[in-house]
T-cell receptor
Framework: DGGITQSPKYLFRKEGQNVTLSCEQN?????MYWYRQDPGQGLRLIYY???????QKGDIAEGYSVSREKKESFPLTVTSAQKNPTAFYLC????????????FGPGTRLTVL | QQPVQSPQAVILREGEDAVINCSSS?????VHWYRQKHGEAPVFLMI?????EQKGHEKISASFNEKKQQSSLYLTASQLSYSGTYFC????????????FGTGTRLLVSP
């Protein structure tokens, strides 16, 4: 079955530690995205990638980093520079950036203690 | 800039209708609508492109007024399964742009 997988579903980390969230898709999509979701604030774009080895900052990129070495993978690292990292993180993909349906993964809930 | 959705929340009885609005201060190329159930991933409903075409899927339809930079989602004869949070995502009028999502409208349909 085609789709997007994110792991783990729940993640706990101590303050000051970097953590990497996994996102894999087998839909053969060129574009991939990372969103952060906080209660009452909708989906906010962290980073997106239009093609392998290329990515752009979204609206809230500070304290995050990404890589896109393979078409199917777009890992997100939450660094210690992110002031308030506890949130629900969603990965998505689409054929290309723009007026294309985005397919979302199940999300990772990160809690920093 | 984030589009504004209204209302923020709505409660319906099964069979009633609802309208959710999405308004942007920028000229738009497309508007996307998604529904998210609690603890789950958002699911795509439809895309509306510049041109004002109204789209529909069963009893859920939407319109896009590009002059007013507004879109409305219409849910008719609501079902229990319609409950969730609805998000609009807007793409600026140059096309091939990232989406900016609204803060969502929570819809609860009760028996």
């Amino acid at each position: 079955d085609g789709g997007i997988t994110q792991s783990p579903k729940y993640l706990f980390r101590k303050e000051g530690q970097n953590v990497t969230l996994s996102c894999e898709q087998n839909l053969n999509h060129d574009a991939m995205y990372w969103y952060r979701q906080d209660p009452g604030q909708g989906l906010r774009l962290i980073y997106y990638s239009q093609i392998v080895n290329d990515f752009q900052k979204g609206d809230i990129a500070e304290g995050y980093s990404v890589s896109r070495e393979k078409k199917e993978s777009f890992p997100l690292t939450v660094t210690s520079a992110q002031k308030n990292p506890t949130a629900f993180y969603l990965c998505a993909s689409s054929w290309r950036v723009g007026n294309n349906e985005q397919f979302f993964g199940p999300g990772t809930r990160l809690t920093v203690l | 800039q984030q589009p504004v959705q209204s209302p923020q929340a709505v409660i319906l009885r099964e069979g009633e209708d609802a309208v959710i609005n999405c308004s942007s201060s920028k000229a738009l190329y497309s508007v996307h609508w998604y529904r998210q159930k609690h603890g789950e991933a958002p699911v795509f409903l439809m895309i509306l492109l510049k041109g004002g075409e109204q789209k529909g899927h069963e009893k859920i339809s939407a319109s896009f007024n590009e002059k007013k930079q507004q879109s409305s989602l219409y849910l008719t004869a609501s079902q229990l399964s319609y409950s969730g949070t609805y998000f609009c995502g807007t793409e600026s009028n140059t096309g091939f742009q990232k989406l900016v999502f609204g803060t969502g409208t929570r819809l609860l349909v009760s028996p």
